[in-house]
């Protein structure tokens, strides 16, 4: 059993930087992958980043060269550094764990367990 929680989320102007931390403690094989996602209002939730227990990355296209995802696995925590924001990165940020992961899809179905999310909001 793994319960993520995030942290670290708030308001910033557009250009400017934020990092989300998630502390997702739990079985070894169920955090295999860590991911962070995104729902914005009227929106469907959004795969943003994932990274595996060996430090390989998957990205959106929307957040590459902007987002950057890391972890420390001997404190059980997936981070999110985020700059240049923009104002439609303003959303809902989960934090989510998986044992299993299809590299390259970031789909939400792949994760099976879920924190209950922090706020992100850029003002233009």
């Known amino acids: 059993q793994v319960q993520p929680v995030e942290s670290g989320g708030g308001s910033v102007q557009a250009g400017g930087s934020l990092r989300v931390s998630c502390e997702a403690s739990g079985s070894r094989i169920s955090t295999n992958y860590l991911g962070w996602f995104r729902e914005a209002p009227g929106k469907e939730r959004e795969g943003v980043a994932c990274i595996d227990r060996y430090g390989s990355t998957d990205y959106a296209e929307s957040v590459k060269g902007r987002f950057t995802i890391s972890r420390d696995n001997a404190k059980n925590t997936v981070y999110l550094e985020m700059n240049s924001l923009k104002p439609e990165d303003t959303a809902m940020y989960y934090c989510?764990?998986?044992?299993?992961?299809?590299?390259?899809?970031?789909?939400?179905?792949?994760?099976?367990?879920w924190g209950r999310g922090t706020q992100v909001t850029v003002s233009s």
């Open positions: 989510a764990a998986s044992s299993r992961y299809r590299w390259g899809l970031l789909r939400r179905t792949d994760f099976g367990y």
